[in-house]
């Protein structure tokens, strides 16, 4: 059957239309620069391939990412992965700088060390302590990114490394609620949830998944359990949960138009799969989601 596209706005950076990304995308500017045009408010919306490091010097307000609402003053970072949908309300004049990075270079960065690959791993708003490294490291980025140099491309990596290992460092030690990374699984729980941002509307299934990945379904249960705290089959079960939301909050689509595009072939089954991780309907939730846990 075929259905209506998602109307969740996608662009590339804030209000510029989709475009191809190079695998070494880095993009680093002012946090008013796009917020002040749009009165502090940016609408929610979505970038395919693009992650977010948002680090806020002065100021604050909210983050509305996938559902959720962070609120946060500075100093702080926001963390957003590429895919999902975010928006926000700065308080006004609000300054910071806006990092990002495509999915396909952190990937590559993260090959570095295993750790980093829980950098992106969901929206969070992280307190930044009293310190230079931060915000240093911020203006020095800005200063190669803008010049060519002998050293340029070392630099830039270097500085970049520098930032995700703080922003890991925080969410390690700064949230309570933080995932924690345990040894080599991480890299593997990685591959699996780019996997699945690709394929989570088909009917693979967890060993076709472990298949791909060249490891055992044991392995790979061991690892996401270790890792994400749920088995394989519960965290591609929460990324078609958290589409649904979306197309639910943020697109037009019938219920049953949502169902079929997330690869349900019934309608009251995607209703009965909804209404039991959430324990309300797809209809009430699209109604009133702020009154759900």
Not at 7 to 32: A, K, N, T
Not at 251 to 268: C, H, I, K, R, W
Request: proline fraction near 7%.
């Amino acid at each position: 059957m075929t259905t209506a596209s998602p109307e969740i706005p996608r662009f590339f950076l804030y209000g510029e239309p989709p475009q191809h990304v190079g695998e070494r995308f880095v993009h680093l500017e002012s946090l008013d620069e796009r917020s002040r045009p749009a009165d502090w408010h940016i609408r929610p919306h979505t970038h395919a391939n693009l992650n977010h490091v948002f680090y806020v010097a002065e100021g604050g307000g909210e983050m509305r990412a996938d559902g959720e609402t962070f609120a946060y003053r500075a100093p702080c970072l926001l963390l957003v992965p590429a895919g999902v949908v975010h928006g926000f309300d700065w308080a006004s004049e609000t300054r910071g700088r806006v990092l990002t990075v495509s999915r396909d270079y952190f990937t590559e960065l993260a090959s570095r060390g295993r750790e980093l690959a829980s950098v992106f791993a969901r929206p969070t708003a992280l307190p930044v302590p009293e310190g230079k490294l931060l915000p240093d490291a911020f203006v020095r980025l800005a200063e190669e990114l803008a010049w060519t140099a002998p050293g340029h491309a070392v630099a830039v990596e270097g500085l970049l490394l520098t930032i995700l290992v703080e922003a890991l460092r925080l969410s390690h030690y700064g949230a309570p609620d933080a995932p924690r990374v345990i040894g080599p699984h991480a890299a593997l729980v990685a591959r699996f949830r780019e996997l699945v941002e690709g394929h989570y509307r088909s009917d693979m299934k967890v060993e076709d998944y472990a298949g791909a990945l060249g490891a055992h379904p044991k392995r790979l249960r061991a690892a996401c359990l270790s890792v994400a705290g749920t088995t394989p089959l519960g965290m591609l079960q929460d990324r078609r949960l958290i589409e649904a939301k979306r197309l639910l909050l943020y697109s037009n689509m019938t219920v049953a138009e949502a169902g079929y595009y997330l690869g349900f072939q019934d309608p009251a089954y995607f209703t009965r799969f909804f209404t039991k991780a959430c324990r309300t309907s797809p209809r009430r939730f699209r109604q009133s989601p702020g009154a759900i846990s």
